[in-house]
T-cell receptor
Framework: DTGVSQDPRHKITKRGQNVTFRCDPI?????LYWYRQTLGQGPEFLTY????????KSRLLSDRFSAERPKGSFSTLEIQRTEQGDSAMYLC?????????????FGPGTRLTVL | AQRVTQPEKLLSVFKGAPVELKCNYS??????LFWYVQYSRQRLQLLLR??SRESIKGFTADLNKGETSFHLKKPFAQEEDSAMYYC???????????????FGQGTILTVHP
């Protein structure tokens, strides 16, 4: 296991198209997070899962965005009818929930460009 | 609501000089504070967390609840410390973290030879 992986690393699409990103967490981690990062900003929380349950969604996550983690392992993030404002780096992170702290391990990100 | 503020977008120091990266937070509950670092062409990684009270790569950070600050310090900066640094906050309840991280905007640290 080499850490959190994301696919694809780069995606260029035209406005109005749908895109889907995949995240594979560290195998024993039960929590998986999605963040979005735009230029000059820190990552912003989008949503997270504990096992297959989606526990929280940010108000940033419009109804064009949907995330799944069907078997509690990998996750997908889909954006429908992409807009230019969706252009950003999409980061995935995973962690093992514990009673003491919550260290999140990040993937390399998927950079989305919407033309 | 959770909020993290890093007032400096850019910070430049010379090798061997002390460095302090500022972080202030706003949170009504019990916070869990972190510093994450991103070196050039690498992924975001945890540098240190306040709960462990440890020193990593010569960096330390103390949580000051009175001033709601969690500044990152290093007495003698090295060129390899040049990176983007993010302060982040997560909520705590009964010792179990809420999970999501709220990040500051980040500070780019450049250490000149």
């Amino acid at each position: 296991d080499t850490g959190v992986s994301q696919d694809p690393r780069h995606k260029i699409t035209k406005r109005g198209q749908n895109v889907t990103f995949r995240c594979d967490p560290i195998s024993e981690h039960n929590r998986l997070y999605w963040y979005r990062q735009t230029l000059g900003q820190g990552p912003e929380f989008l949503t997270y899962f504990q096992n297959e349950a989606q526990l929280e969604k940010s108000r940033l996550l419009s109804d064009r965005f949907s995330a799944e983690r069907p078997k509690g392992s990998f996750s997908t993030l889909e954006i429908q009818r992409t807009e230019q404002g969706d252009s950003a780096m999409y980061l995935c992170a995973s962690s093992f929930s514990s009673f003491s702290y919550n260290e999140q391990f990040f993937g390399p990100g998927t950079r989305l460009t919407v033309l | 609501a959770q909020r993290v503020t890093q007032p400096e977008k850019l910070l430049s120091v010379f090798k061997g000089a002390p460095v302090e990266l500022k972080c202030n937070y706003s949170y009504s509950g019990s916070p869990e504070l972190f510093w994450y670092v991103q070196y050039s062409r690498q992924r975001l990684q945890l540098l240190l967390r306040h709960i462990s009270r440890e020193s990593i790569k010569g960096f330390t950070a103390d949580l000051n609840k009175g001033e709601t600050s969690f500044h990152l310090k290093k007495p003698f900066a090295q060129e390899e410390d040049s990176a983007m640094y993010y302060c982040a906050l997560s909520g705590l309840a009964g010792g179990t973290s809420y999970g999501k991280l709220t990040f500051g905007q980040g500070t780019i640290l450049t250490v000149h030879p």
